[in-house]
């Protein structure tokens, strides 16, 4: 058999998302100078188009955190918080967050400011509310909770609704005070069509790895369009992002190309990445033909290919439904099951490949059971590897590859058991 | 009874399966329900108002081992959710109709789908408690949580909590908190005459019969322990921080008092004593209850308070229990815990009161090397 290799693809998405999320990262050097105020935000389920519509920058702590892994960086960072009292067995996110204060690298004057007010948008993960407190007591920012009620019915209640509308009013009154701007709903209606735009263009994208193959990996290479749209959208330049990636898929697909040179096996992959070997990780699945052709991760901000989109009509009402219903974090685990097993049907894929991350309970607890749902309940292949997100500690190569190669070895196998 | 016999009653009681409890008091009640709730909080007035008693789930500690839990759960996960899910795959909570899980961490809120998705039989239900305590919406949110909740017993068992009857199990459930708030005020003014086990036991076995015999039972214990013949002895009083979920082996909490220490204050089955005083209001009880939920709570790694710093609460438990520090007790893995341990530390290090840090498994069962951490710093402390 030929070795697979990487088309070295990357194109116009890879650059132009770099391009975009380093000009924010430049405003965000900024503020502090130009005298603006920032918010800290979490990714999950996020309302970015509301802080934008109330002038405020908006700071995520866990595109800090990644970056800083991606870089190698992260392990000094996190035995710094260590050092200070953190568990080895808390996320990991939050120690290499605490960790970049502890070091100096977070505060006045520096590269990343400290949030003027620090917005927690507690949506699913419990560990968000632990670190909010935690930032906002070494930056000593205003601390504003914003009380997400998990999805436990088929279908978020009109109470939920109704609770998050009025806590997203309370926090408009919040922003008006920090910019010294009115706040103006209009605004926030033109933010929120940008946003939807956004979304389509991100939905359309995942939808274009139906073909085979799949145009582009939807859990590595999704990554670049994971900045645009859970931390610039409601910006125009995100929305026009979209239309250049999906103009280039789709160009793609015509082609009939992929990211890598042979698609032999399709999979769905489910958690976070290891990104401090982000790449090392990919090579692992790519040298077997690999690709992912859809991924839970990428819908940490929110579930855009079932339909669902901001509607600058009812502006307060479709952030606070976005919140509560539209994103992986704030559904259970047992509807993720659900979304899986769509995603393996409907974007015909061969296995299920679970990342097990320790930092992240959220995502990891009691993914044993969704191994068993699915190889017992449904039959379809699946493989868990474990290792960590940010704590590079936690990846022992070796071991993961040994796993990888043997379960690509025997899926190899039983296709050629089905072929014949 | 005497107050020998109500401990040793309560010894009896915390040490069967839970689904032994249930079955005996539905053999007493036929036709009855019953309903557990895990950490922290438990909506114990719902569940009495609808008829059915309500039980504490508190995982297995010792007493039972892991066969099919431990391939659902990771090895980094705590043990009480997985010997939790155990008790389900081993039948040790029969006759238990219903649990309640709350948003207290992860962790649990996980459990609680994948306990339902492997016992489809089971009624399973998730609250998600308020986390904002500012918002002047708040209290309408509880209340709707709270009658979402009595909706779905109706649902699931045909009992339904009419107002009237939340009203009484509110009162109840008062009756029994003032009972416990008055038994821990015992135990600061004379810790020699309750030991930490015995109180933990009592209280444990409250969560397992129904409040009224409960409060029968603190009654004999409030008249008769001020007079227990006991000797004071030269102890370190400490506040135990932590212990909210995962229950700790009572050999740990022995050994604990044996090293030197009055526990004479802890956040115990804190879920079971949640309000500082008896729940306000008049209205709509549903309403009562949630607005109480936040506005009248004990501080706890559960629920974020933005009125006050992490490490308020704790320092005040310090004070007014006059104690001399502070050994912090988290599960091993619990995240709310462990996070808030390092706020916590930092608030008690600026106050200048001194703190330890003892991690714990349920099912642990040597204790020779906490003994002498704890023995340690308790020289180091009693004798500086
Ligand atoms: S637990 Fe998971 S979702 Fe929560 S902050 Fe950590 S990595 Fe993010
Ligand atoms: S012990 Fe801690 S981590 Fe485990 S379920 Fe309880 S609160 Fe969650």
Redesign the interface.
Known sequence: MTAVTERQYQGQVHEHSRRLMAAWMDELSRAEAEGRPTGALMISGNCVELLRACHILPMFPEVTALQNAIRKKSLPLILKAEQ????S???AY?KADIGLFLDGGMGPGKPIPFPTITVCN?V????Y??WF??LA?VSGSK?F???V??V??AEP?A??V??VV??LR?LITLGESVSGQKFDIDELREILTHAARAEDGYARAKMLCKHHPAPFDAYFDAINMMGPINVLRGTREAAEFFDVAVAEFEGLVAQGLGPLSEERFRTVVEGPPPYPFYRSFRNLFARWGAVAVASTYSTVGGIWEWGFRHDPRRPLESIAEQMLRENLTNR????RYAQIKRYVEEWEADALVIH?I?S???F??????MR??FTQKLGVPTLMV?SDLEDPRYYAEAQIKNRIDAFFESLEHRKLVQSA | MTPEQIIERSRELVAQPLGTVAERWKAEHPGGRTVAAYPVWAPAELIHAAGMLPLSLLGGGTSVELTHADARFQSFVCSIAKSTLELGFQGQVKGVDGLVFSNICDVARNLSSIYQRNFPGTFVEYLHLPQNSTSAAVGEYAAAELRRLAAAFGDAFGLTASPAALAKSIEVYDALRARLRALYALRIAEPHKLSTVELYTVLRACTLVPPEEGIGWLDVLLAELPRRAARARDRLRVVVEGAFCEQPPLGLLEVLEEAGCYVVEDDLLLGWRWFTTDVAGEGDPFERLGTAYVNQAVPSSTRHESRQHRSAGLIEKVRRAKADAVVFMPAKFCEPALFDYVLMKQGLEREGIPHLLVEFEEKMWTFERTRNEIETFVESMLFD
């Open positions: 200070a009292g953190y568990s067995d808390n996320c939050v507690y699913g993960c419990n560990v509310v632990k407190e935690h007591d601390l909770m914003l009380d009620p998990f436990r019915t209640s109470a939920d109704r609770y009025s806590q309370e259970s685990i047992v509807a097990s320790k992240c309970r959220l990891s607890a009691g993914q044993g059971d068993d749902y474990e």
